[in-house]
């Protein structure tokens, strides 16, 4: 394994979805990449959370007791088996999910809690002082602070509207940092931090990256970027493929336009290095010239794109549809497309610590042109 990289996950939120981050980690745990830094939004927060916060010989076994949890009250499998069948156990689970919560997770909130009064001060649907117990279960936060990879985690605050990081280079995190960055309205609170509100990060940017991007440093990059939310696929058909699409456009965060732009700051960067290298000595000085060369990360990086792909049986409800069958499902489509990752051709190959940006996309199944 490369020792002159600085491995890093960048985890996109999605709720349901997070067991794919899950098991993307356990792939590459198992081909041995050691983690430097985590950074996260929502559900990417509780899986950075846990990864961080445990020795590397507990990581996998801790993620595993999260999602065994949050699944356990939907172990079922379907009584009949079949496209249509799968779709609709996924439906009612997640409206199973919807009525009474995911454990260790969140619960609804009594019926009189959610009626409008003066005197109510209830802010969302559900209950999250589940998750703040497991995440006291899992998540050792002492080691987090002090021995575990950074962590990055970000939300927004409610009363400007700024995306914030809370981040363990300069700040001791605690649960309310991880739970700041999931508390998506109206199904679930505000988190207080200081006299400060905040909501789920993904309000903002559902992805780290541009935060990794910024804060990168010195040393050579390898970013392996795990979205839960495809920015590309087909022509909706229906009106459920309508709410689904959506979904995945607004989430998705626009992750290959990020990839983009710093693409094309790299090449300003490098432009800018070519020119000042023709210019005479007392040009060499000259501010604008300087702004040209800061463009972009000081780093040569390297970004491996891993992307949840839509599965047949999912709808729009598949970011709150905590079955365990779909959690194995989901987990199982992270190990492959890692899998494949890193038995491809072109990763194999790849030049490491080359100066620049290189992008890898070689984990999904191509089964459609726009899918991709």
């Known amino acids: 394994m490369p020792a002159i990289e600085r491995n890093v996950l960048v985890l ?3 709720g349901a979805l997070g067991a794919y981050q899950a098991g993307a980690f356990q792939r590459l745990a198992d081909g041995g990449f050691d983690v430097a830094w985590v950074a996260g939004i929502s559900i990417g927060a509780i899986n950075a959370a846990i990864i961080c916060g445990n020795p590397v010989k507990a990581r996998i076994e801790r993620l595993g007791a999260f999602w065994e949890e949050v699944t356990s009250d939907l172990a079922q499998a379907p009584w009949i088996w079949g496209p249509r069948p799968r779709r ?3 439906e009612l689970a997640a409206a199973e999910v919807a009525m009474a919560g995911a454990p260790g997770f969140f619960r609804p909130r009594a019926p009189w809690e959610l009626w409008p009064s003066p005197l109510n001060r209830t802010l969302s649907i559900y209950d ?3 998750l703040e117990h497991t995440l006291g279960e899992l998540v050792d936060f002492n080691y987090l602070n002090e021995k575990g990879p950074r962590l990055s985690v970000g939300a927004t605050d409610i009363e400007t509207g700024n995306f914030i990081y809370f981040d363990s280079s300069t700040t001791r995190l605690d649960v309310r940092h991880i739970m ?5 309205p ?7 931090i200081d006299g400060q509100h905040y909501w789920d990060g993904g309000l903002v940017s559902n992805t780290p ?9 010195a040393e050579p990059l390898c970013i392996f970027q795990i979205d839960l939310f495809s920015a590309r696929g087909n022509m909706p058909e229906t009106l459920a493929d309508v709410q689904q699409r959506e979904k995945d456009i607004r989430y998705s965060s626009r992750t290959r336009l990020t990839t983009d732009r710093y693409r094309h700051l790299h090449a300003i960067r490098a432009a800018a290095e070519r020119l000042a290298a023709r210019l005479p000595q007392d040009l060499q000085g000259d501010p604008d010239l300087a702004m040209l060369r800061a463009a972009g990360p000081d780093c040569p990086v390297t970004l491996v794109h891993l992307i949840h792909r839509k599965e047949g049986f999912e ?17 199982a489509a992270g190990q492959a497309d890692v899998g494949r990752t890193l038995a491809h051709k072109a990763w194999k190959s790849r030049q490491i610590g080359k100066d620049g940006l290189q992008v890898f996309d070689l984990g999904a199944r191509r089964t459609s042109r726009k899918e991709k």
């Open 88 to 90: 609709v156990y996924s």
């Open 180 to 184: 700041a960055s999931g508390a998506l």
């Open 128 to 130: 999250t002082s589940p």
């Open 209 to 217: 990256l541009q935060y990794v991007m910024e804060n990168a440093g």
């Open 186 to 192: 109206p199904g679930f609170p505000p988190v207080e």
């Open 315 to 331: 709808g729009n409800s598949k970011d709150y549809e905590f079955s365990r069958l779909s959690m194995g499902e989901h987990w």
């Open 12 to 14: 996109q939120g999605g």
